[in-house]
């Protein structure tokens, strides 16, 4: 009944996630029992298969600590200067609890103009020269100010005096017994002598509120695994040393056509030079480009190419491939030589989560799926009455006019050609929450199959025990909702 996964794409047709359906197999287990631990590349283990792209409107370092918080990992993008980018794996690799606000300093000798000094954050840190690294001293809450609402009184006197903090190494558990303890209603988070953030009452009790799936990724160093992007410059290489300084677990070689003489001979350089750092390739979406990057030594593949829900690439450049053909071609091959795949682009729903996993991916890599969430950089704006935020391909104009271009071997055209788009996309909340709820339905879809982990779904194709089949349009059409006049869209 059905079709291997062979046999399915060996016919000449390139197919995306929502062409193929697999026929339901056997369940012998409950839906709890479904593991879905991984690696990321050769080295990096995950403890859920999620990773955040390398993109300047999804990771830097508050997506960074939220996926690793969850279990997975974020690749900091490289769209900025060596340093801020070092900075963002540093800022992610230094706290534990996936919180990330930007704390106001001021001096005690400052005054307080307006509600607008307080930032996003309801205190102002009184510090002796008004900087994080100076001794802390007291601080001042936005009650206080509005009861006092007095521009020209001096800090001095109406501060309260405190120099309670907490070391930023410190969980989320420690932090609740401190505030209990301490009947406090937030705590500076201190890393050596610098006041690293702060974190109040209500980040706890909403953060503990989350559903947990599974335990965070801590590296080596006993820190959160954090990966970043680099590109295949000379310069990349003294990148490169930025973020090792800052603790980097894992290097991603970003291009939209890994297949390169520049990323082979980086893909050599950094194995030479680092051999104990993982070096993920790509991307790539045929046997042939896949193979290259293995016999260079990569670590880990990603796998797509102008499937991303921002990406024009096919469009402008005609080539790529349907994005479930590129995973199973390409997983088909990695697997021989042990190398994991990421699953780079498309993912729009949990079902393409189960397909891409099922097809051999490891991981899926996803950029819009996390965008718009209270991680993601950028400030929330209203479009027609709807709350969202910014997300853009790292192939659009605006984004190379920044630097990306490299990406999409622009870096020596005069003239530059976008292969990716601006858009918005609606307010999804926290990681924290809809990762986890995510993650559960891609438990129910491995469960359907009879698969009780990655591994064994992997096996249970190449066995040929998994069939499936092609959608045609019409059962396209039945597989989602239809026939209603109106409904409300709601998973959890
Ligand atoms: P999703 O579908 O998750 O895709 O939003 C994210 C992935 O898209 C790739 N990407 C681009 N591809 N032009 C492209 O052709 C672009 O401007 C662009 N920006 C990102 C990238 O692989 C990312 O992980």
Redesign the pocket.
């Known amino acids: 009944d059905g079709f291997t996964a062979e046999k399915l794409f060996c016919q000449g047709y390139s197919y995306t996630y929502d062409d193929v359906i697999f026929l339901p197999h056997y369940i012998d287990f409950p839906t709890d029992a479904v593991q879905l631990a991984t690696r990321l590349s050769r080295n990096v283990p995950l403890n859920i298969p999620c990773v955040a ?3 300047d409107t999804v990771s830097e370092a508050h997506m960074a600590v939220a996926m690793a918080a969850l279990g997975g990992i974020a690749i900091i993008h490289s769209n900025t200067t060596p340093s801020d980018q070092a900075a963002m794996v540093l800022s992610a690799k230094s706290r534990r609890v996936p919180i990330l606000s930007s704390p106001v300093f001021k001096p005690p000798s400052g005054r307080i103009e307006s509600l607008d000094d307080f930032g996003d954050s309801p205190y102002v840190l009184v510090t002796e020269s008004g900087t994080s690294t100076s001794k802390l001293l007291g601080y001042v809450s936005r009650l206080d100010w509005q009861r006092l609402n007095n521009k020209e009184v001096k800090i001095y006197d109406y501060m309260v005096n405190s120099s309670d903090s907490v070391p930023s190494s410190n969980d989320l558990g420690q932090i609740d017994s401190f505030l209990k303890e301490k009947k406090s209603n937030f705590v500076p988070l201190m890393n050596n002598d610098e006041v690293l953030d702060l974190v109040t009452k209500e980040d706890v009790e909403r953060i503990k509120g989350y559903p947990k799936l599974a335990a965070g990724s801590v590296g080596a160093d006993g820190k959160w695994l954090v990966g970043a992007s680099i590109g295949t410059r000379e310069s990349d290489k003294e990148r490169l040393e930025h973020l090792l300084k800052a603790g980097v677990n894992v290097v991603v070689l970003d291009s ?1 056509q890994g297949n390169s003489i520049y990323q082979l001979e980086m893909i050599k350089y950094i194995k030479n030079s680092y051999p104990e750092l993982d070096v993920i390739g790509g ?1 790539v979406v045929t046997m042939y480009q896949a193979d290259n990057l293995i016999q260079a030594g990569v670590d880990g593949l ?1 796998v ?11 469009e402008v450049c005609a080539v790529g491939r349907g994005q479930a053909t590129a995973v199973y071609k390409v997983s088909s091959i990695a697997y021989k030589s042990g190398v994991p795949v990421i699953a ?5 729903n949990s079902g393409h989560i189960v397909k891409a996993l099922t097809l051999g991916a490891s991981t899926v ?5 996390l ?1 718009g969430s209270t991680e993601a950089p950028g400030a929330y704006e209203y479009q027609n009455g709807v709350r969202v935020k910014k ?6 104009l605006e ?1 190379m006019t920044k630097g990306s271009d490299a ?2 071997l622009g870096d020596t055209a005069k003239l530059k050609i ?4 601006v858009g918005a996309v609606k307010d999804k909340g926290s990681v924290l929450k809809f990762v986890p709820y995510t993650l559960q339905a891609v438990k129910q879809g491995f469960q359907d199959l009879g698969a009780s982990s990655l591994q064994s779904a992997h096996d249970l194709l190449r066995s040929k025990v998994l069939r499936l089949e092609v959608r045609t349009g019409a059962a396209q059409v039945e597989g989602g909702v239809h026939g209603l006049v109106s409904y409300e869209k709601k998973s959890f």
């Open positions: 792209s390398p993109m939209s991307n990603r797509g190419m102008g499937s991303g829900s921002i990406c024009t690439t096919q780079d682009g498309g993912i729009s890599m996803m950029g819009s799926f965008a997300y853009r391909g790292m192939g659009s984004a990406r999409y976008a292969q990716g788009v």
